[in-house]
Nanobody, 120 residues
């Protein structure tokens, strides 16, 4: 079972930036498309972004296009999410999960996530 540990969340003002990190535990990321998903209070989980196993393709939710950038470093077994121009509606717990690149759908298990709060 694929396990991830997410970090990098926190409290940031609107318009600010955060960089989330996700490290894989006990397996190599090399063969998996990996994505970031989020869940806001009283809302369903939604796909944010997904990156192909070799980093060659990415997909983003319309709500974050132009503001968020997903990347990965397979040598370090890490996936990142650079979040710029943050908005209050980006407030959520963010999770790293194996994903279907084109459907932006989760395919694996969920970890503890990291809380992102955008507020003045």
């Amino acid at each position: 079972q694929l396990q991830f540990v997410e970090s990098g969340g926190g409290l940031v003002q609107p318009g600010g930036s955060l960089r989330l990190s996700c490290v894989a535990s006990g397996f190599s990321l090399d063969y998996y498309d990996i994505g970031w998903f989020r869940q806001a209070p009283r809302k369903e989980r939604e796909g944010v972004s997904c990156i192909k196993s070799n980093g060659g393709r990415t997909n983003y939710a319309d709500s974050v296009k132009g503001r968020f950038t997903i990347s990965r470093d397979n040598a370090k077994n890490m996936v990142y999410l650079q979040m710029n121009s943050l908005k209050p509606e980006d407030t959520a717990v963010y999770y790293c999960v194996a994903c279907d690149l084109w459907e932006l759908a989760p395919l694996g298990s969920w970890g503890q996530g990291t809380q992102v709060t955008v507020s003045s």
